[in-house]
């Protein structure tokens, strides 16, 4: 349960980090949350990659991830641009 | 040798309520999702129809996925298997790869709510309590160690 709860948390504070990032009007704001939704985003798909646990399909599919990861790489460069 | 394994009954029970679990956090995504959308012209909110659509299809897209987790999350329970020798516990785990513990390297256990945690130098297994004959494997276990 505690592990549980740690790991909706740790969620709440990606989507709330996701939030900010597309929704603030300072260009720093969205540039710190967005650098660490990026972040998470990584290490994500990192830990995903070396996990044992999962099987080779579903490893396989946790590479869409890169679809939300480039979208918000192009729209911070196209805010600094 | 002795194989120990998930029923599909329980397996299915612990990705049920796994899922449960997420459930809150799924539902905060999907409104921060409306959220952000809505945010450049307040396209959804304004507009009953396009508002009831886009919570039909969240809602259609959230029950699918937690069909889809809760068929693939007991596939991959069900691929689980501890075996145990006389010498050694091995855990085979859904990528194929598996955990070896010989029963003489044991650092630790402990009995935790979730199961019987084995640890050696950096390997751990846990035997998770809703495991098929649990008992029989933990006993199994705590005899090898003693």
């Avoid at chain 1, 044992?52 to 579903?58: D, P």
Wanted: hydrophobic share 45%; with cysteine.
């Amino acid at each position: 349960m505690i592990n549980s709860l740690k790991y909706n948390l740790v969620g709440i504070l990606t989507v709330i980090c996701m939030v900010v990032a597309y929704t603030a009007e300072e260009k720093i704001i969205k540039l710190i949350t967005g650098s660490l939704l990026i972040i998470a985003l990584i290490f994500s798909l990192i830990e995903t990659q070396r996990s044992i646990e999962l099987s080779s399909g579903q490893k396989q599919l946790s590479w869409i991830i890169l679809i939300p990861l480039l979208s918000l790489v192009g729209y911070l460069y196209k805010i600094y641009e | 040798m002795k194989e120990f394994k998930y029923s599909n009954e329980k397996a299915k029970k612990v990705m049920k309520t796994q899922m449960i679990t997420k459930i809150p956090l799924i539902l905060i995504a999907s409104f921060a999702g409306l959220y952000i959308a809505n945010s450049k012209n307040n396209m959804i909110f304004s507009n009953k129809l396009v508002l009831s659509l886009t919570l039909l299809i969240c809602l259609i897209a959230v029950s699918i996925g937690l069909f889809l987790g809760i068929k693939n999350g007991t596939k991959m329970l069900l691929q689980n298997i501890y075996k145990v020798t006389e010498t050694s516990i091995e855990r085979v785990t859904p990528s194929g790869k598996s955990i070896n513990i010989a029963f003489n390297t044991i650092d630790n256990h402990k009995i935790h709510k979730k199961g019987l945690l084995i640890s050696a130098k950096k390997k751990n297994i846990l035997i998770p309590i809703e495991l098929d004959e649990y008992n029989v494997l933990s006993t199994l276990i705590l005899k090898q160690i003693k």
